[in-house]
Each structure stands twice: as C-alpha cells, then as structure tokens.
C-alpha cells in the first residue's frame, strides 16, 4: 500500500491527506525498516499464541477424537499447525489483498 501511495500524483494525494501523512512518516529516515521487522515479529508472535490456542491436545488412546476424525488427522489438530494455517491466511495474506486493492483507503484508515 505504501509504495502505490508514493506514485500516486499529488492532485490525488491531496484528497488523501491522512494516507500522505502515514506514507510520508513511513518513508522517513528508517522508518520502513523499523516497520517491517516490528510487524514480522508481531505476526510471528501471533502464530504462536494462535496456534497453542487452537491446539487441542487430545490423547487419540485415551479418549474420542475431535469431531469424531481418524487418529491420524487428530494427530495433525494436536501439532498446532492448523492455527499457524488459519493465522497465516487471516492475520497476514487477507490483510495484504486489502491493502494492495484499496491503497488509500488501506491507508487512511485510523485503525491501521
């Protein structure tokens, strides 16, 4: 989103002001930088805490299995990696699509 701000003309950036403020701040000094790191170790961090909430630690011996599913798939719900799956695709992948359709508004929005 920040990098289709920046070619967007100035006639165009001006009906945007908050997104030229937030795409100015982000492009100075290292700001980019700063940004980038801070937001893949908060998504790193998200994956974690996902995944050991979604993670069901169901014994396939001792108990009935999850929704009632072979041992083999509950096996696959007690690794975690059913969180990560479902962290990766809301928490980073759709977030992505909206900023790159919708760039300004991406941008403009306060709760960004």
């Known amino acids: 989103a920040l990098f289709a701000v920046v070619n967007l003309s100035s006639k165009e950036l ?3 002001r908050v ?6 701040l982000a492009f100075k000094e290292q700001n980019l930088q700063s940004f980038l790191i801070g937001r893949q170790i908060l998504v790193t961090i998200c ?4 995944a050991r909430i979604t993670t069901p630690n169901i014994t396939t011996e001792a108990s009935e299995n999850l ?8 096996n696959f719900f007690n690794t975690g990696l059913l969180g990560a799956i479902i962290t990766t ?15 300004t508004a991406f941008l403009s929005n306060p709760l960004i």
């Open 89 to 103: 695709i809301l928490a980073s992948l759709s977030w992505r699509i909206i900023a790159s359709s919708f760039p």
């Open 14 to 16: 001006a009906k945007h």
């Open 47 to 50: 994956m974690f805490v996902v």
């Open 67 to 74: 929704w009632g599913v072979s041992d083999g798939l509950q």
């Open 19 to 24: 997104a030229a403020a937030n795409c100015a």
